[in-house]
């Protein structure tokens, strides 16, 4: 078992920034990719960027040049790194770690733009 624990979310006004982790214990596999999704209030959830085993990201097109994404091996952690935000940002972030038929997610934590 994988357990995944988001953290940094918060409420913040429009343009700010806001850095999530999502540190990852247990039984890690060595291969794995991971992502971030949210989901907005009333909405489905979507991915807000998809990280490959191999290193390679790729950013939903409503977050690319605002959002960056980097991982510290040493602690089993990922960082999103969320810049010049905008309302529409507001949402329940999650982190999730899959490989073949391994699939977790962490508990969400909450981000909301407002003035």
């Known amino acids: 078992q994988v357990q995944l624990v988001e953290s940094g979310g918060g409420t913040v006004q429009p343009g700010g920034s806001l850095r999530l982790s999502c540190a990852a214990s247990g039984n890690i596999p060595s291969i794995y990719d991971m992502g971030w999704y949210r989901q907005r209030p009333g909405k489905q959830r979507e991915l807000v960027v998809h990280?490959?085993?191999?290193?390679?990201?790729n950013f939903a097109d409503s977050v690319q040049g605002r959002f960056t994404i980097s991982r510290d091996n040493a602690k089993s952690t990922v960082y999103l790194q969320m810049n010049s935000l905008k309302p529409e940002d507001t949402a329940v972030y999650y982190c999730r770690m899959y490989w073949g038929a391994l699939d977790y997610w962490g508990q969400g934590t909450q981000v909301t733009v407002s003035s």
């Open positions: 990280v490959a085993s191999a290193g390679n990201t």
